[in-house]
């Protein structure tokens, strides 16, 4: 296992922006995909983007694509979603998983954060 430890959620107007950080603890972080997943009250847990265990490789959900970025230091064992021209529909609880596969697959991730809220007003 490898605990997960978001923070970084808050309260923003739309348009600004918010940096989610993941701390992970355990020796295999450097080889695990990691991702984020949001879950909004009454809607279904949706990816919103993922990165590979080397950093090379980035996934994003479209409705996020060009917007959001993921990134990862393997050094610090943490990976980060800087979030920019946030909008309404993207308040939700946001999740930081781990698994041994890229994908944007929630099946696919064995270990979840608590959750970190992120509200965004209109």
């Known amino acids: 296992q490898v605990p997960l430890v978001e923070s970084g959620g808050g309260l923003v107007q739309a348009g600004g922006s918010l940096r989610l950080s993941c701390a992970a603890s355990?020796?295999?972080?450097?080889?695990?995909?990691m991702g984020w997943f949001r879950q909004a009250p009454g809607k279904e847990r949706e990816f919103v983007a993922a990165v590979s265990w080397s950093g090379s490789n980035t996934y994003y959900h479209d409705s996020v694509k060009g917007r959001f970025i993921i990134s990862r230091d393997n050094a610090r064992n943490s990976v980060d979603l800087q979030m920019n021209s946030l909008k309404p529909e993207d308040t939700a609880v946001y999740y930081c998983v781990a698994g041994w596969t890229t994908s944007r697959e929630g099946a696919e991730y064995a270990v979840w954060g608590q959750g970190t809220q992120v509200t965004v007003s209109s």
């Open positions: 355990g020796r295999t972080f450097s080889s695990l995909a």
